[in-house]
């Protein structure tokens, strides 16, 4: 079926080092979304992506959807302890696919 | 406004029992999404429902699983038979449209369900 792989599965990183997760499809996405999800939270929005090679930045994060609509990185730069969670991506097809998640530890 | 919400937040039953969980979306979405996140996994979508009707309902893994939404609002998720694989949280989200791929889900708190 369709899949969103999603890399690596866990992160861990001093305070103020960057950051980046990765996600790849089998499929080409009419948008890929990003949601964070705090330990013992519900998935939280954060950004969607529709446009071929398109790059947002939301201060220190950056997205970034590959030119083929099948890729997407999410990069943090300089983490701090508020950024521990994990980060999904989701395509949607429809129906939206999660990823399984890159789970972020920041050690202070 | 008030977010999506979800009741119980957590259920526990015994194997072979039968549950319900509930979800009140954002107050004006017409859109309503049942998800299922088992430990160390993304949500997997479930059911979608624009209105009253299910529109989508490929993500159901078998017959033991049924969603309503009579009224176009709050819906229901219900589950017969409950096995210790349904051990998952539930987490319902809503949106503003019709589902699109330009539309943003609201997720509510998830109901964690344990059968025993």
């Known amino acids: 079926g369709q899949q969103v792989m999603q890399i690596p599965q866990y992160q861990h990183v001093q305070e103020g080092e960057d950051f980046t997760t990765y996600c790849n499809s089998s499929?080409?996405?009419?948008?890929i979304q990003w949601y964070k999800q705090r330990p013992g939270g519900h998935p939280v929005f954060l950004i969607q992506?529709?446009?071929?090679?398109e790059v947002k930045k939301q201060k220190r994060l950056t997205f970034q959807f590959g030119e083929a609509k099948k890729n997407s990185s999410l990069h943090i730069t300089a983490t701090q302890t508020t950024d521990v969670g994990t980060y999904f991506c989701?395509?949607?097809?429809?129906?939206?696919?999660f990823g399984k998640g890159t789970r972020l530890s920041v050690i202070a | 406004g008030a977010g999506v919400s979800q009741t119980p937040s957590n259920k526990v039953t015994e194997k072979g029992k039968y549950v319900e969980l509930r979800c009140d979306p954002i107050?004006?979405?017409?859109?309503l999404y049942w998800y299922r996140q088992s430990l160390g996994q993304g949500p997997e979508f479930l059911i979608y429902f624009q209105g009253t009707g299910a529109a989508d309902d490929s993500g159901l893994p078998n017959d033991r699983f049924f969603a309503v939404r009579p009224e176009g609002s709050v819906s229901t998720l219900k589950i017969q038979r409950t096995e210790r694989g349904d051990s998952a949280v539930y987490l319902c989200?809503?949106?503003?449209?019709?589902?699109?791929?330009?539309?943003?889900?609201?997720f509510g708190p998830g109901t964690r369900l344990t059968v025993l």
């Open positions: 992506l529709v446009k071929s090679g």
């Open positions: 989200a809503s949106s503003l449209r019709a589902r699109t791929s330009t539309d943003t889900q609201y």
């Open positions: 107050s004006g979405h017409t859109a």
């Open positions: 989701a395509g949607f097809i429809p129906p939206l696919v």
């Open positions: 499929t080409t996405l009419s948008n």
